[in-house]
């Protein structure tokens, strides 16, 4: 199944990824590799994570992020990545 991000969760991978490079000398290259490892095995695994309001979620586990995405017309459309560490998920 194909995956897709949206305009909003493009945004929030962009910024995540900036600051995880700069702040992250020791592997700079972790949240890029872990999601899109996430976004393959979302492809071929599409019901994986769990629910989460109307939404299904996955996390990243070693970058503490989670994938918040729901199934539409035959694709999986990530709404947001979202750190963990925010205490709460994101306005869907």
């Given at each position: 199944m194909k995956v897709?991000?949206?305009?909003?969760?493009?945004?929030q991978v962009q910024e995540i990824d900036a600051w995880w490079c700069e702040n992250r000398r020791a592997a700079p290259d972790l949240f890029a590799d872990e999601l899109d490892q996430a976004l393959l095995m979302l492809e071929q695994k599409p019901m994986l994570g769990t629910h989460y309001e109307a939404v299904r979620r996955v996390l990243l586990r070693r970058s503490h992020h989670h994938l918040y995405f729901v199934e539409q017309a035959q694709r999986l459309y990530v709404l947001a990545v979202w750190s963990v560490y925010r205490g709460r998920g994101p306005k869907l």
């Open positions: 897709e991000l949206s305009e909003e969760a493009h945004a």
